[in-house]
């Protein structure tokens, strides 16, 4: 099982769009997929019709109860390989209960394993916030990847996110390796390709040498949660996602000769 962290400390940049673009292209090579929603916003448990009202079973069940069980709270999706934990606007509360609740930190690794062998890839989709939910994706993760937009401000999110990565992996002493994805590229303006290059430039090979440009075909994330079909990459923005696939799983590949 691979885990990896969907996650940047700036909202907008496209990481519920970049989780289930992954996973299905994961689950499209034959992977079996866990997608889980750890952002009280819901966007991808709505993206799978799941009504915010009555709250579902979902990620919070497993900060609940210290032994929940993984498998009753996934839900199928209608595409072959992918699964997926749903969010409830409760998990807003988890931070104020941390304070007086311990042992919260490793929730998600240790639910992953008493219950994640079903799985070739977990993928969390984290909240746009350093706290617990994503403390928790951070600890349990194999890799992290921030999607950027490439716009100017977007880099002082991506800076203060890399020391948040570096900052884990020294406590959590084991390597935590991060893949940035430049998103919502507009090739066309000067502001957009300066940004992708000084990119590039200040983070060097973390950095994905190619961009997933804008697409409304994925904007409104309805061709990425429709059953996969034989034209399994519409449109150019699906298309780069497949790319950063690519590139991510053999970078994985990489990490884990390393690491034998």
Not at 82 to 98: D, G, K, N, P, W
Not at 141 to 159: M, S
Not at 207 to 231: G, H
Request: glycine share 8%.
């Amino acid at each position: 099982m691979r885990v990896w962290a969907i996650a940047n400390q700036k909202g907008g940049v496209g990481k519920t769009t970049t989780t289930l673009a992954l996973g299905r292209g994961l689950a499209m090579r034959g992977q079996r997929v866990l997608l889980m929603d750890l952002d009280p916003h819901s966007s991808l448990t709505r993206a799978f019709g799941v009504p915010a009202e009555p709250a579902p079973a979902g990620v919070l069940d497993l900060f609940d109860q210290a032994a929940a069980e993984l498998a009753p709270l996934v839900r199928g999706t209608g595409i072959e390989n992918l699964s997926f934990v749903a969010a409830q606007t409760a998990l807003a509360t988890l931070e104020r209960r941390s304070a007086t609740q311990p042992g919260l930190g490793l929730a998600l690794a240790n639910a992953l394993a008493r219950g994640g062998q079903d799985y070739d890839y977990v993928l969390f989709d984290c909240p746009p916030t350093l706290g617990l939910l994503m403390v928790n994706a951070l600890a349990a993760a194999d890799r992290v990847i921030i999607p950027t937009q490439t716009e100017p401000l977007a880099l002082h999110g991506l800076n203060g996110m890399c020391r948040t990565v570096d900052m884990i992996e020294r406590s959590r002493r084991r390597p935590l390796p991060a893949s940035v994805l430049p998103t919502l590229h507009d090739k066309r303006t000067r502001t957009g390709n300066d940004t992708l290059r000084q990119m590039q430039e200040t983070h060097g090979d973390r950095v994905w040498d190619d961009a997933i440009p804008n697409d409304t075909r994925i904007c409104s994330v309805d061709e990425l949660v429709k059953p996969l079909s034989a034209s399994q990459y519409p449109g150019r923005g699906l298309s780069a996602y497949r790319r950063a696939l690519d590139w991510l799983l053999s970078s994985d590949r990489v990490q884990m000769e390393q690491a034998a």
